[in-house]
């Protein structure tokens, strides 16, 4: 009998019905439900009963039991706002300690936060400019080499898709065709500048909204060896003479200005000095498989459709036209697809893309960084709030007593934290403003990526978070204070339970810990794999080179200007920098055994300059020219993988492999070395012999003190070879650091959120520790009097914040290392074990500032005079 | 006025509120119907009746007392208002006048 009385129905209904009921008719209707409830208990069973209960709440859902709108009630807030200001401020005021935690906390990590929100909205607003862009849409490839699994996604395709598109497809409205690649030299009267155009077709200026500035619209693309400048270009060019009309040596072709085009705005992804008729790519010549359907590399199609439209839908006739070209080819498939025009910039890294591209991953990381931060200052606000609730448990009593009513307590406690995240983001905005700059300067293509640049819309997102951030900060304590029952407040405020939620309390401390140790450990770690990268024995030299790009030059003619500086040792030429990510394959074959292997072509100064050691044979001995090679220089990989006199070195000179169609000789194998970078596994490499590759380097040894000065007279030696173009050299440890430079961006990031989050998380252990203290004063002064020692005291202060520090480092060393060891590192083919000492040494640190925070205080409080504390109440 | 009918389901509650007389509360209603009309008669069609019956002003309503049954909740007793009289009254005369002009109907035939 007992139990039946005891069964009571389900608690969430009841609160639905009173919800929802209007007052007048609730009390009746919730009796009569309880009523039939403890009948059908009787008569049913409980579970029974209770389901009973719940339909019978569902179905007195009707209109004339539903409560109306209670606009009233909601214009109490409006008409409170001034109240709750007036308390918020007050109560701002009279806790200092706290205000100026929470708010320099939630300052620091929105300032992270509206980082984000910029960057986001640069990246979403890309392109926005384009009148046409939700019906753009540009064609990308994928491709697949016979004999290769791995499919190949390019953002190119061929111009065939742009000659035969539109008849696959009906619904096209237009199409265009753009090719990159010309890079040159543009000679006017005014002199020579370097500039770099795309081939555009006729449709160019009808798909793209670049107004036109000077010329027609309809013909300024349409004849070979016409050219459209941007403004910029134009002045540079002519200064502010008007070039309609006027031609321009380019290289050696002569080209006709017939318009100019508004300066491309900075959030485009495609850039460009001047646009080139597409005809004149025809008509030049530049490429005899231009029109051919696997000529995927450089050119770019681009459609417009009179409305929007599903990509899939047109997908099964794009898939047939593919097949149909397919037909042809032996090597390779090749399948299109479109892309919308805002997924360009935002759809991840596609191979040959033209302008900037990001990774979505990268922005969840971003996001994820940013909130993580915020989520660990809301913590802070939350802890605090509720952690001196006692303190205003009393005034939330009176206003209860007064007519509050739960929804205005919660609304006064929402309004404040709010008031708080609004002030806070007045501080945010100004280190905001200070990180825009410093995140410029993180990586050297990022202004090219993002300008962050304050808009309306950036604006607004900004205000949106603090407000986010004020409610998600407000929320638990407000809904903690606006249950408080006014009466046992009023009658005895000590009796109050503040540490009822000691143990939520307790977990938001060691989530904040684990955060930022995971943070400084990341960082530590990182740091440590970085650097290892760096000094990484790359299996040849790389000290005191500096490499020069020749930009067309003769090799001869600077080198001989550059070995007359005293300090320049050595000087060697070739095709491409190793080590630096770069790779160039070309087709090999031994004997029945052919594949695609991994080639450099230096000269014979290039391997004994850099220190590469022979494991058999020597150097080149022979110095063909051009097409005349004969000899080859081969490394460890290549034997093995071809079997190449069963991988014995000796006996590997003198034998006869094929490539590019020649027959080359071996005449010595290296040692292996890393050709790609650390990332990739050591793969068969050779080394042909070659001068003045286009787009070679000059590799020049130094041996000097005094670096500037060498830098200089290579400056001057370039100058007196070359007059138009910059001289682009770099050491090659340089070099190095910059093949990794991404590693290091986002070492500084995660090390500067790991700094935001140990000080956030050391804020809110202060204040925590400052309050407990504070409340458990009189506490110590009785242990005091009654002969308690001060180690003794400090030990029970600290102990229950340092188990919870010990907490967060148990669960966030084994998570770091696990990712590391499990995520980051698989990555890279060769990498140095993850030392264990740094990553204890990073926990070591945070440990002994929380340490310094709690040491600080307890011992304060461990000190006091008890015969004052306890005189004074 | 379109409120003033009594319909037929209206007209039972209503005599039974009356028959009722000072224990006139939804669930009792309820449960008098049942024992009358044989039929089981849902707590949410009583309900919502009552609440159109006291629109139309057919009846009144107060809150009893607080009890311990009904987890402290209190009763709303229904009273038949002298509107509700009246509307009885007058749908027993129209039926009396109907039977009456019934011919040569009587019940010992089909006995």
């Known amino acids: 009998m007992k139990k039946q009385q005891q069964a009571a129905p389900p608690k969430w209904a009841t609160s639905f019905l009173r919800w929802y009921c209007r007052p007048r008719l609730l009390e009746d209707l919730e009796g009569d439900l309880n009523e039939f409830f403890d009948r059908n208990v009787q008569r049913k069973g409980v579970r029974r009963a209770r389901l009973i209960y719940v339909i019978d709440v569902l179905k007195f859902l009707r209109p004339y039991t539903i409560r109306k709108i209670e606009i009233f009630h909601f214009f109490i807030h409006w008409i409170m706002i001034g109240s709750y200001l007036k308390t918020s401020r007050r109560s701002l005021v009279r806790n200092k300690l706290f205000s100026l935690i929470n708010i320099i906390g939630l300052a620091v990590s929105m300032s992270v936060g509206l980082l984000v929100i910029a960057i986001l909205t640069d990246l979403k607003s890309y392109d926005g400019f384009q009148e046409k862009k939700d019906r753009l849409y540009r064609v990308i490839t994928t491709t697949t080499e016979k004999g290769n699994a791995n499919e190949m996604k390019l953002a190119s395709t061929s111009v065939k898709i742009g000659d035969r598109i539109k008849e696959a497809v009906p619904a096209i409205e237009d199409v265009t065709v753009i090719r990159q690649g010309l890079w040159g030299d543009a000679k006017v009267n005014k002199g020579t500048f370097p500039i770099s155009a795309l081939y555009a077709d006729n449709s160019f200026l009808k798909v793209f909204s670049f107004p036109l500035l000077k010329g027609d619209r309809n013909t300024a ?115 299109i697809s479109l892309q919308p025009l805002k997924d360009i910039v935002l759809g991840g890294k596609l191979s040959n893309n033209i302008g900037p591209a990001i990774a979505p991953s990268m922005i969840w990381v971003l996001g994820g960084l940013a909130l993580v931060v915020i989520l660990s200052a809301c913590f802070n606000y939350t802890n605090l709030s509720v952690a001196r609730s006692m303190r205003r448990s009393r005034e939330v009593g009176i206003r209860k007593i007064i007519g509050a009513q739960k929804s205005h307590v919660l609304g006064q406690f929402m309004a404040e934290s709010v008031i708080i995240a609004l002030l806070a983001l007045l501080f945010s905005f100004g280190l905001f403003l200070v990180l825009r700059n410093q995140f410029m300067m993180l990586d050297k293509h990022m202004p090219d990526l993002v300008a962050l640049d304050l808009r309306f819309e950036t604006i607004f ?380 040494g990073g926990a070591f640190t945070v440990m002994l500032l929380a340490f310094l925070m709690i040491g600080s205080q307890t011992v304060k409080a461990a000190r006091n005079n008890p015969a004052k504390v306890l005189k004074s109440e | 006025m379109k409120g003033a009918n009594l319909g037929e389901f209206e007209e039972l509650v209503l005599l039974t509120i009356a028959a009722l007389a000072s224990e006139a509360y939804s669930v009792a209603i309820c449960d008098e119907l049942e024992k009358y009309t044989g039929r089981a008669a849902k707590l949410g069609v009583v309900h919502s009746v009552l609440n159109r019956l006291e629109d139309k002003g057919l009846a009144k309503s107060r809150l009893g007392e607080a009890t311990s049954t009904r987890g402290g909740k209190r009763k709303r007793f229904y009273e038949v208002s002298h509107t509700g009289k009246v509307a009885l009254m007058k749908a027993k005369e129209m039926r009396e006048n109907i039977w009456r002009n019934i011919p040569g109907f009587n019940l010992e035939g089909s006995i």
């Open chain 1, 221 to 335: 693309l349409k004849d070979p060896y016409h050219l459209v400048l941007t403004e910029k270009t134009s002045k540079k060019l002519f200064g502010d003479t008007d070039p309609i009309g006027k031609s321009i040596l380019i290289d050696t072709t002569n080209y006709v200005v017939s318009g100019i085009v508004q300066d491309v705005p900075k959030l485009s992804h495609l850039t460009f000095e001047a646009l080139v008729s597409f005809s004149t790519a025809d008509a030049r010549k530049i490429d005899a498989d231009l029109h051919n359907w696997a000529s995927i590399w450089s050119n770019y199609v681009y459609v417009t459709f009179p409305k929007k439209t599903d990509p899939e839908s047109i997908q099964p006739a794009l898939d047939r036209l593919s097949k149909e070209e397919n037909k042809a080819l032996t090597a390779r498939t090749i399948f």
């Open chain 1, 461 to 840: 997102y900004f205000l949106l978070l603090a407000v986010a951030t004020g409610l998600a900060a407000g929320l638990l304590p407000a809904v903690f204070f606006s249950k408080i029952n006014a009466l046992t407040v009023m009658k005895d405020a000590s009796n109050f339970k503040i540490f009822r939620r000691i143990g939520f309390r307790k977990a938001l401390i060691v989530t904040q810990f684990t955060l930022s140790l995971i943070f400084i450990a990341a960082t530590l770690v990182g740091y440590n794999q970085y650097k290892g990268l760096l000094s990484f024995d790359l299996g040849f030299k790389t000290d005191n080179i500096i490499n020069i790009k020749l930009k067309g030059n003769k090799a001869d003619l600077l080198s001989r200007e550059i070995t007359q500086i005293p300090t320049v040792k050595k000087v060697s030429q070739s095709m491409m920098v190793t080590s630096l990510g770069s790779m160039y394959g070309e087709s090999f074959r031994y004997k029945m055994d052919s594949a695609s292997i991994w080639q450099n072509r230096v000269d014979e100064h290039y391997l004994p300059m850099h220190n590469h050691k022979f494991l058999a044979g020597s150097n080149f001995k022979l110095r063909p020219e051009e097409g005349k090679e004969s000899e080859i220089i081969v490394n460890q990989q290549t034997l093995k993988h071809f079997h190449i006199a069963n991988g014995d070195p000796q006996k590997a000179i003198g034998e006869v492999v094929k490539i590019a169609a020649r027959d080359l000789v071996i005449v010595g194998v290296v040692k292996d070395f890393h050709y790609g970078t650390l990332e990739n596994k050591i793969e068969p490499v050779v080394f042909r012999y070659a001068t003045d590759v286009p787009g070679g380097y000059l590799n020049v040894k130094v041996e000097t003190n005094n670096l500037a000065a060498t830098m200089e007279g290579i400056k001057s030696a370039w100058q007196k070879v070359d007059k138009v173009h910059e001289m682009d050299a770099k050491f090659y440890d340089d070099q190095i650091e910059e093949a990794y430079s991404q590693f290091s961006v986002m070492i500084k990031i995660i090390g500067f959120i790991a700094f935001l989050a140990i000080c956030i998380a050391s804020l809110g252990l202060f204040g925590m520790v400052v309050f407990t203290t504070e409340t458990k004063l009189k506490e110590i002064s009785i242990r005091k009097v009654l002969g308690a020692s001060e180690e003794g005291l400090i030990y029970l202060l600290c102990k229950s914040f340092l188990v919870l520090l010990v907490i967060s480092a148990l669960i966030a060393l084994p998570a770091t290392y696990l990712f590391f060891d499990k995520v980051v590192l698989t990555r890279f083919a060769y990498h140095q074990p993850i030392s264990v000492v740094e990553m204890l």
